[in-house]
């Protein structure tokens, strides 16, 4: 078997394709490897709408990147012809070896996918020698062409909360599939509130999902999500998860502790104690801290008081003792908090609360939660971190689908 035929069996190369030369371009850096393809003479020549077997119009030199030769970066060249077609006129055949409009073999762009999931696009451009631009280009392609065979018939919850795009009020909103137990996220669109709600139900629609189906719905206590999760999805039961409760009163803590510490001073290290559980991961500085804001009258020990109050909620074992205990801290907290007007973020927190009750005590009843999301929303940010940020909106979306969805498992199989 000599050199030629073993770069065929290499490239998979059929009639009535041949490697007809090869040679290294040593005066290029890094050097290129070009292995030049032809056709057989007087081959036949499917056309690229029916298939049918058309003699050649004419021929063009085309170039294609290949896998890298060992350190060398490996170029195909061939003449590819115009097939002269009695129904459909003269067209361009599709080459066995890359996709059609592509300046990349097959195994290239194969490549490039799996790399892309593993490292940032800007340093996978720079370890195959492309621009980035470039490697973006083939990503959208495959991931567009993988969501379009996504199937959600079988969708019946979903999770859904935004994650940030970029700095600012730049915001994407996933959608995930909460009986998936492996890359979840079936959807995702630029914004938040109520239209990425109505999007989504679309694109449910047209992957062979139905809305009715569709019998819970995990989210935050935004107005928008709530409103068009009744106005979209009937049928679907809404829960509230039991982390966004935590986080509301956590936010409204944290601005009561930072207008307080403006009008008096307050114990060292408590900044980041008040964020955590009281039986959390505390440094000895930060118990000390919590120790001296337990003992003292500020108002921020009475948020602080009052945001702990839900772990006890939490543990409750049934969802009439979580009720009881709901409706005993509402009380508690409308009594500790008064009318005291530096806790008005307090109040506003305790108020939405009150009002969702019914949706944060489904929690009790429903087998689903948000934590995987949330846990997916560190993924995502981790990712960008790592990236140094994407360029717009649609590459982290793409991104997003590339390390989340079955689009990765759907991109083997293309």
């Not at 393809?37 to 085309?62: N, Q």
């Not at 909360?161 to 909460?178: L, P, S, W």
């Not at 049928?235 to 409204?252: G, I, M, P, R, Y």
């Not at 009150?354 to 944060?360: L, N, Q, T, Y």
Request: hydrophobic share 40%; net charge positive.
């Amino acid at each position: 078997m000599d050199g030629n035929q073993v770069l065929m069996l290499g490239l998979a190369i059929e009639a009535p394709w041949k490697l007809v030369n090869q040679h290294l371009e040593l005066s290029s850096s890094p050097n290129e490897l070009v292995l030049e393809i032809e056709a057989e003479r007087g081959s036949l020549y499917p056309c690229p709408t029916c298939s049918k077997a058309c003699p050649a119009h004419d021929f063009k030199t085309l170039t294609w990147r290949h896998l890298n030769f060992f350190q060398h970066h490996c170029y195909i060249k061939a003449n590819v012809p115009r097939t002269r077609c009695a129904e459909h006129g003269v067209k361009r055949v599709n080459v066995p070896w890359a996709r059609e409009g592509s300046k990349f073999t097959l195994l290239f762009e194969q490549s490039v996918l799996v790399l892309a999931r593993e490292m940032p696009v800007k340093a996978c451009a720079e370890y195959v020698g492309i621009r980035d631009k470039r490697i973006w280009r083939i990503i959208k392609h495959y991931v567009s062409k993988a969501l379009a065979l996504m199937d959600l018939s079988a969708l019946k919850a979903i999770g859904l909360d935004e994650t940030a795009a970029k700095r600012g009020h730049n915001y994407v909103t996933v959608f995930i599939d909460m009986d998936r137990k492996d890359k979840p996220v079936v959807f995702a669109t630029p914004g938040k509130g109520k239209e990425t709600v109505k999007q989504f139900k679309s694109f449910l629609t047209e992957h062979q999902g139905q809305a009715d189906n569709v019998l819970e719905v995990v989210c935050d206590m935004s107005p928008a999500f709530l409103s068009a999760i009744e106005e979209e999805f009937p049928n679907a039961n809404v829960t509230v998860d039991w982390f966004h409760v935590v986080q509301l009163f956590t936010k409204a803590l944290d601005e009561v502790r930072k207008v307080e510490r403006k009008l008096q001073p307050h114990p060292k290290s408590l900044r980041w104690a008040v964020l955590k559980n009281a039986d959390g991961s505390l440094t000895d500085k930060q118990k000390e801290a919590l120790a001296e804001l337990e003992n003292s009258d500020l108002n921020t020990a009475i948020a602080w008081r009052i945001k702990e109050q839900l772990r006890w909620i939490r543990k409750a074992e049934t969802a009439h003792a979580a009720r009881w205990r709901l409706t005993y801290f509402i009380n508690f907290a409308k009594t500790q908090l008064g009318d005291i007007e530096m806790l008005e973020p307090v109040r506003k927190a305790l108020a939405t609360v009150e009002k969702h009750a019914d949706r944060i005590l489904q929690r009790w009843s429903s087998t689903y939660t948000n934590a995987r999301m949330e846990g997916l929303n560190s993924l995502f940010q981790a990712a960008r971190a790592r990236a140094r940020g994407y360029r717009n909106t649609g590459t982290f979306m793409t991104m997003i689908f590339m390390i989340a969805s079955p689009v990765s498992d759907l991109l083997k199989s293309i």
